[in-house]
């Protein structure tokens, strides 16, 4: 995709150069309702996009997001997590030296309220775990 669309409610990722041209322009289109937004983004050492924010599934539950892009902008990988009570979400993110990806935010507690949640995925598996709409 090259062109945004004002009215969507899906994420948006887009690359510049250094003098502020766009190189790629990727608005993941969602059959969701919103929130369904990026609240952080970090790039590993190959220079990879991952970014992570909250979803609501068709099924109406709130779910953490996980997407890792490549460095043209194509979706590569996307993770959708409910955790045990079928209610998370994704805050913050951060990588390590492997590029392995941690994934902080919140899942709904088995009585009321919310419990921490930190999710980790390994750089070698990040391409293996296949798409979850």
């Known amino acids: ?14 690359a510049l150069d250094s003098t502020g041209a766009l190189r790629w322009l ?7 309702a919103a929130p369904n937004r990026y609240l952080q983004l970090k790039l590993d050492a190959a220079g990879t996009p991952h970014a992570v ?18 460095q043209h902008g194509l ?3 996307r993770e ?10 994704a ?10 990806v941690y994934l902080a935010g919140s899942v709904a507690a088995s009585g009321s309220g919310y419990d921490a949640l ?10 293996a775990n296949g ?3």
């Open 75 to 77: 979706l590569l990988m």
């Open 118 to 127: 930190l999710l980790r995925y390994e750089a070698e598996l990040l391409f």
């Open 1 to 14: 995709m090259s062109t945004l669309d004002a009215s969507a409610t899906a994420p948006l990722l887009a």
């Open 53 to 70: 924010g909250p979803v609501v599934l068709a099924s109406g539950n709130p779910a953490a997001r996980y997407d890792s892009f490549s």
């Open 26 to 32: 990727n608005q993941i289109p969602s059959p969701f």
């Open 91 to 100: 805050r913050a993110l951060t990588l390590n030296a492997q590029s392995d």
């Open 131 to 133: 798409f979850e709409d």
């Open 80 to 89: 959708n997590y409910l955790g045990p009570s079928g209610a998370a979400r």
